[in-house]
């Protein structure tokens, strides 16, 4: 390199802990409930409340009738797509399911 040319170059500086969430802060969640999916773009810090009060809109549905599953576990109001790990490359799909409660057992049928 000749005297004439200068190149600048800064160091790249990686953040200790730095994670893919920083580096892309929204991704697509979607929501099926009996066949029909919604797809949300969201935050990793994005409370499920939000998201579901969407999605309870969406299939006319009344608020709080819809129990919300992620890989087999319940999801809840108060959680964010960051406390169960969502990644955006997974395509992240939760389920909705419609309550039920109670149910019976029959004996001596």
Known sequence: MSDDEH???KPQLQASGS?????????TLKIRHQG???KFLVKYTTQFSKIFDNAH??????????RFMYEGKR???????G?????D?????????????G???LIGC
């Open 7 to 9: 190149v600048d170059r």
């Open 19 to 27: 994670t893919q969430r920083e580096e892309k802060p929204k991704f």
């Open 36 to 38: 029909q999916e919604l």
């Open 57 to 66: 809109n969406s299939f006319n549905m009344q608020p709080g009738t819809l």
């Open 75 to 81: 999801v809840r109001e108060t959680e964010t797509p």
């Open 83 to 87: 406390d169960h790990a969502m990644q």
């Open 89 to 101: 490359d997974e395509d992240p799909e939760i389920e909705a399911h419609v309550e039920q409660l």
């Open 103 to 105: 149910g019976c057992l």
